[in-house]
C-alpha cells in the first residue's frame, strides 16, 4: 500500500505515528512516498483552515482527542503555518531513496507535535537529520538543488494523477483513501477485507 | 446526545440511516436538531465541494464504499446541489416539534439517495411527508410561514453557538464532533468510555 504523506498536514502527524504498527497488525507492507501537499491545494482552491477559526478550533480538539485514543504525545496547537512546508518534504524524498526517509519524517513531526519546532525550519530540521544519523549541513547543503526539487515535484505529479489531494492518503489497488481515520479501511481493502 | 442534521449534507446520509441502531447498542438517547448548514458554511466561508472536481469524485466513491460496509443502499452520485435545502430543513424543524420529524428526515434521504429525488422537491418532498402520515399540502403550507422560517433560524443559530460548524455533528458534554466518521467517537464519549 502506498502512504502518500505531506509534511505540514496536522492530521498526518496521528498517521505517521501509528502507520507502522497498524500495518503490521494486518500484515500490509507500506510505501511512504512523500509529496507538497500545498501545490495541489492551492492549485485546486482547497483551503480547508485558512480564514477559518471555528473549523480550525476544531480540528485541534479533534487531534487532540485522536492522539488520546491512539496514545499519542501532543502539545497543541502546533505552530502553524510552515513557511518551509516543501523544503521539509524535498528533503523527505531524497531520505526515502536514501533510506532515512521514513524516520526523519517521523522525527520531524515529534519536534513539531511535542516539542513545538516548525519542520524545514531550525531547529528542528539539523535536529531531525542528526537524529536519523545524517549530517545535517551536508545534507541540507545536497536537499537544496534542482535535483531534489525536481524529484519532489515529480512526486508532487505522481500524487495528482493518483487523484490524491491532500494528506494523509492511502493508495491501494487503484483505490483512493483520505485521511487518517481512513487508515483502517484502506487496511481492510488492501487485504481483501472489503471490495464493493 | 445531541445529532445537528442538515438535509442536505451528502455524508449525513450515512448517520441519519444509522445512528438510530449504533446508539442503542450504546445505550444513548439521541435528540435530533436539524439546522441550515449553508448559512453556516456560506458565513464561515467553507465551501468544501464546490469547483473542486478531484475532492467531489473522491467524496461520492468514499460515501458509496462507506455505505456499503453499512449495508446501505446508494445511488450515486446523488443529484446535488439543492435549491430548496433551507425549505427541507424547516420542515424537519417543524416535523420534530411535532412527532414526525426523524421519520420524514429518513424518508427524504431514502428518495434522495437510493431514488435521486432532491429534498424539499417535488415528489420527494409531499411524498415523503406522506409516508410519514401527515398530508402534505397542508404540511407544506403551514411550513412556508415566517413562524417556521424563524424557528429554523433560530436553531442554525443555536448550532452556530456550539460550533458547529457541518453536518452532522455530535454534541455531548459540550464536545463537538464532526462527520459521520466521528459518530463512534462521539457515543464513546457520550458513555465515559473516552474522555481526556
Excluded: C
Excluded at 13 to 24: F, N, P, Q, S
Excluded at 63 to 91: K, M, T
Excluded at 161 to 170: R, T
Excluded at 184 to 196: C, I
Aim: glycine letters at 8%.
Amino acid at each position: 500500500m502506498e502512504f502518500w504523506v505531506s509534511i505540514g498536514s496536522t492530521y498526518s502527524y496521528l498517521t505517521v505515528m501509528r502507520i507502522d504498527a497498524a500495518a503490521a497488525e494486518a500484515g500490509v507492507s507500506v510505501t511512504w512516498r512523500p509529496f507538497n501537499v500545498r501545490e495541489i491545494m492551492v492549485e485546486q482552491n482547497n483551503i480547508p483552515f485558512k480564514d477559518k477559526p471555528v473549523k480550525t478550533a476544531y480540528m485541534w480538539r479533534d487531534i487532540e482527542r485522536r492522539a488520546a485514543l491512539h496514545g499519542l504525545p501532543a502539545s497543541l496547537p502546533a505552530p502553524y503555518p510552515l513557511p518551509e512546508l516543501p523544503f521539509a518534504n524535498q528533503v523527505a524524498v531524497m531520505g526515502l531513496k536514501e533510506g532515512w526517509g521514513v524516520a526523519y519524517i517521523k522525527e520531524t513531526y515529534r519536534r513539531w507535535f511535542v516539542d513545538g519546532q516548525r519542520p524545514g525550519d531550525e531547529p528542528n530540521l539539523s535536529d531531525s537529520l542528526a537524529a536519523v544519523g545524517v549530517g545535517p549541513e551536508e545534507t541540507i547543503a545536497r536537499a537544496r538543488s534542482a535535483e531534489w526539487e525536481a524529484a519532489l515535484a515529480l512526486e508532487t505529479d505522481t500524487a495528482k494523477s493518483l487523484g490524491v489531494f491532500g494528506s494523509p492518503s492511502f493508495v491501494t489497488d487503484g483505490e483512493l483513501f483520505w485521511g487518517d481515520d481512513r487508515l483502517e479501511a484502506a487496511l481492510d481493502w488492501e487485504t481483501g477485507r472489503q471490495r464493493l
